[in-house]
């Protein structure tokens, strides 16, 4: 099992990386990525300390783990810079906090965070189908998570990938120990989302996919 959008104390998580690393690897996780909230100044800060501690694991455990970030309540008009520059500094899944049901993200974060390039479209709520279409033109990656609120729309993600054949993925979204999911209860999280068994395994490949891009990239 693989969760690539994760919070730990850097950002609004409860617990320091090592634990959250811990705690994921004790469930059986293969790789996670470590990505907390970041903006246009918190970006220089919030990644080069998750690289390092990436980097310090590496050598010290099977499963992966991955520096990362997770772009959030930018402008549209910053998205852009911001995912760049995380990239720069050593991220390497970047994920984009989406229009959710539950919280103010401004009218147009979903298109410029596809537009960006990121990785990973996290919780992107009522999704226009303009912009699902985009996102599987470019491979951004819509995520079905299992936080509570955000995942009041993953039925409407779902149903819209697939009529414009994007790819879905989940994400925990998790920031306490609690939010952490051992792996038969993510295949539950998928199904309830209405996934098909065959796109539930396809939304997993996809994280798995991702993650050996990023490897080879470091090779």
Avoid: K, W
Avoid at 136 to 163: F, K
Avoid at 179 to 208: I, T
């Amino acid at each position: 099992m693989i969760d690539l959008h994760t919070h730990t104390l850097l950002s609004d998580g409860e617990l320091i990386p090592t634990e959250l690393v811990r705690r994921f690897e004790v469930l059986g996780y293969r790789a996670i990525a470590l990505t907390d909230h970041v903006d246009t100044g918190l970006v220089e800060t919030i990644v080069p300390v998750l690289v390092r501690v990436a980097a310090d694991l590496a050598d010290e455990m099977e499963m992966r783990v991955l520096p990362g970030a997770e772009v959030t309540h930018c402008r549209p008009g910053h998205i852009a810079r911001v995912v760049r520059r995380a990239r720069q500094l050593g991220a390497r899944v970047v994920v984009v906090h989406g229009q959710s049901p539950v919280e103010p993200v401004i009218e147009g974060t979903n298109r410029a965070a596809i537009e960006a390039g990121c990785d990973i479209l996290a919780h992107p709520g009522l999704l226009a189908e303009a912009d699902a279409h985009l996102a599987a033109e470019r491979g951004v990656l819509l995520e079905i998570s299992g936080r509570a609120g955000h995942s009041l729309t993953n039925g409407h993600v779902a149903r819209l990938a697939r009529a414009v054949g994007a790819q879905v993925i989940y994400g925990s979204d998790s920031h306490d120990a609690a939010d952490l999911m051992p792996p038969a209860n993510v295949e539950r999280v998928l199904a309830g989302a209405g996934l098909s068994a065959d796109e539930v395994q396809a939304a997993l490949a996809a994280a798995q996919d991702l993650v050996a891009r990023v490897l080879e990239g470091e090779g």
